[in-house]
């Protein structure tokens, strides 16, 4: 077989020497890791400039990179999301693009549905209720009211994949009526479901709490701005663990800061992560924020490393990689 080189240009991993040491079993494979997150592209390209396969967490892989690469045939995006790999200039170029998109579902499932109950009843504020009434040495719940149950409210789901049809399968146990935006899903996959597509105007018109499950891309950039806000109900809280860039952060403030909606549950963010302590974002009370960490679990986190030098072995073997995005 012919020698490959195998680079990772960075990794959330505490350390990647279970990698190491699988693919040292190989001869063939020249695997090395650095962190490049924060480098310059110079930096970059000087450690990848002749990989065959990239591993990619955060690092842009854009144009003027991808077409500075000498033999790279494939780039494999740790994670489900690929907005950070111009996948045009990879198809232009001949790299082929990979994903994992059937790791960590249940995850960014049970953060959503955290969310949404941590939201609804307002969990935010229950806290400082029991403060402020111990203080008082007695009950004082205005600060809560008022809360609604959700068995029997609506939820929106936009983006109805893997993970979207895990938070409707578990909101359907709670009682909740699921509506779906999702013009991408086939007849046969709406069957199975038992659900239909519905325009995005009208989930947001008709929900009491809208949750996303989209990729970023061209289409859903700033997808949510505050015309979209402005639709839903002002009792109703909106909750995203897909990607920062799905919303008009300015606009989701506004909506706050207006009471057009009641409240938001936000895992994830827009431009550089974690965002600045300056942001607005950290002022209110009723925006419940999280590390961008609906991915983790422990075995989500071995689930991915197993799939990546998989999909790495398949490469090394002559085998097509497992999920491409770029067919």
């Not at 190491?20 to 930096?43: A, N, R, T």
């Amino acid at each position: 077989m012919n020698k490959i080189k195998v680079v990772v240009t960075d990794y959330i991993e505490p350390d990647l020497k279970w990698e190491e040491k699988e693919l040292s079993k190989y001869p063939g494979i020249d695997f090395s890791y650095y962190q490049l997150k924060y480098k310059s592209k110079e930096e970059i390209l000087s450690v990848i400039s002749d990989a065959d396969v990239i591993v990619v967490n955060m690092v842009p892989m854009d144009r003027e990179i991808l077409k500075k690469l000498k033999k790279c045939k494939l780039i494999i995006r740790h994670g489900i999301g690929y907005d950070n790999v111009d996948v045009s200039a990879c198809t232009e170029f001949g790299i082929t693009l990979a994903n994992i998109p059937d790791y960590c579902v249940e995850e960014v499932a049970e953060q959503a549905v955290m969310l949404i109950f941590a939201c609804s009843r307002k969990i935010y504020y229950q806290k400082k209720v029991l403060v402020e009434s111990a203080k008082k040495g007695e009950w004082d719940f205005s600060y809560l009211y008022p809360i609604f149950k959700l068995h029997g409210k609506t939820l929106g789901i936009v983006g109805c994949g893997r993970i979207g049809s895990t938070v409707l399968r578990m909101m359907r146990g709670m009682g909740m009526n699921v509506r779906v935006c999702d013009p991408y899903l086939t007849e046969e996959r709406k069957k199975e479901l038992n659900i239909v597509h519905e325009d995005l105007n009208t989930i947001l018109k008709e929900s009491d709490i809208i949750t996303v499950h989209c990729l970023l891309n061209e289409e859903t950039k700033e997808m949510f701005k505050y015309e979209q806000f402005k639709l839903m109900k002002p009792t109703a809280f909106f909750v995203n663990t897909a990607r920062g860039g799905i919303v008009k952060t300015e606009d989701l403030i506004r909506a706050i800061e207006e009471k057009v909606i009641s409240g938001a549950g936000i895992d994830v963010y827009t431009g550089k992560e974690p965002p600045p302590i300056n942001s607005p974002l950290f002022q209110f009370e009723n925006i419940i924020l999280s590390p961008h960490i609906s991915w983790y679990s422990e075995e989500a986190g071995w689930t991915i490393r197993f799939k990546i030098v998989e999909d790495i072995l398949r490469f090394y073997k002559g085998e097509k990689p497992r999920f491409i995005v770029n067919n």
